[in-house]
């Protein structure tokens, strides 16, 4: 098997090549003024080897990948009580879609469509005092961070023009699915999708879950054993809307993405690789990360199938 960081490498060469195909993520204003251009990846190990290549040290929004730390903290303080208000199946529809919700009677197919992580966060609402603040103490201690903060300008930039989520979450209000007001559950959602990483902060952020749920520093439990199996396998089934059958059949590993153009993927006891590349698919996933991924999996024959 070929070494990961060489993999890196020739892959980051290979895919830099191709045509940069797709478009920004310019719904929310503030994404479109991010150069398109931009390409970075990081890996972290759990036997603490790191590597990184290109734009791996520039912040982004990391939109859509938060909704697997939202789900972890509401999973770790309602225990699989919080399965009775979000399902667990792929949606086989788009992040923003509205269709199923009225059929399922409020209950989103899953925590990582629009639907099913403003549910979460309305747990979080329900449950915990200061939310904005244990949030972000919580992410932080996960990477032993202090500097990981919400981005008031992008939030307030989704915020301007958030019809979509604002219908999505009165739909699920009248539905019975939502406690709290919506006002309060959509800005605390856009806070949560605001959050800015690097791509190095990125992989170490997500290393627990390559990791049986245990901070790699100082053996901290974030998740127990069976959480984590369970986080990692909605991001394998769900974590990329409806090209989730895609992202498994090619590259083969759990991951997570984001309007912002980032994606994370975790092969369990080995590492997590964050890369970044803004230009979005037709499905909301970075074109050029999904390749990456897909040829980096297959040089490095790193994939959990
Ligand atoms: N904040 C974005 C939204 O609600 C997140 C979408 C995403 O990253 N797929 O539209």
Redesign the pocket.
Known sequence: MMNLSEAIRQVYKNVGNIENEGQLASYIPELANVDPESFGVFISTTDSCQFGVGNCDDKFSI??IVKVLSLALAYKIKGGELWERVGVEPSGTA??SLVQLESDNGIPRNPFI?AGAIVVADVLLSNLANPRDEFLAFVRNISNNASIDYSPKIAKS?KAVGFR?VALCNFIKDLGNIKNNPCDVLDFYYDL?SIELTCKELSELFLFLANNGRKTADGEVILNTSQTKRINALMQTCGFYDESGQFTFKVGLPGKS??GGGIIAIYPNKYSIAVWSPKLNSK?NSHKGMKFLEEFSTMAQSSIF
């Open positions: 939109q859509s992040f923003n629009n989704e989520n999708c984001g309007v909301g």
